[in-house]
């Protein structure tokens, strides 16, 4: 039934369509008297009608093409951040941590971390050096940079300073040794004084 309907409306239009370019034909040039003004539908060919299926104007279900806008990135941050200074012996390394594992590990004085190169490493600080800018780290410190701007080191956080008075007093487990007892009983005169 739906074929049948869907044949017929196709002829229909076949015709309309025939007709407005016979209109247009004979306004410019006169038709030649023995074409026919027929229009055929194609016989049991429903491929041949897939675009009035597809776009169906009559659709209950049909919905309105969109535009999406491009989808922004969101900006790449590299960070990687001195969490601290071990030595072994004689020999000191900087302790790095990173998202990027390039950037993760630990290093010694000549050392490589991804493009920087480690100069110097105290017991405080490590001073890297990549391309012609030095840059010197203290612990806890990071350096940041926006996805292909410059490396920027960040501030170190300043510990919280606790005036003398405002020292939390000890408290000595009951189950605490003499030892132990008298090492916490030294630190809260320390932290008095």
Do not use: C, Y
């Not at 000890?170 to 809260?188: D, H």
């Amino acid at each position: 039934m739906k074929r049948d309907l869907l044949f017929t409306l196709v002829a229909a239009l076949a015709v309309v369509a025939e007709a407005a370019e016979r209109r247009r034909g004979s306004e410019s040039a006169p038709a030649p008297a023995s074409s026919p003004a027929v229009a055929t539908a194609p016989a049991g060919n429903l491929e041949a009608f897939a675009l009035l299926t597809e776009r169906n104007i009559f659709n209950p279900n049909r919905t309105a093409r969109t535009r999406t806008a491009p989808e922004e990135k969101p900006v790449r941050t590299e960070e990687v951040a001195l969490v601290g200074v071990v030595g072994f012996g004689q020999s000191t390394a900087a302790v790095f941590h990173s998202a990027d594992p390039r950037l993760k590990g630990e290093a010694g004085p000549g050392g490589r971390l991804g493009e920087f190169t480690v100069v110097a490493v105290s017991p405080s600080a490590v001073e890297l050096s990549a391309g012609e800018r030095t840059f010197t780290l203290a612990v806890a410190q990071r350096l940041t940079r926006v996805e292909g701007g410059e490396w920027t080191a960040s501030a170190a956080p300043v510990p919280e300073a606790r005036s003398r008075t405002e020292a939390a007093p000890v408290e000595v487990p009951a189950n605490a040794s003499e030892v132990l007892k008298r090492l916490m009983k030294q630190r809260e005169k320390q932290l008095k004084e």
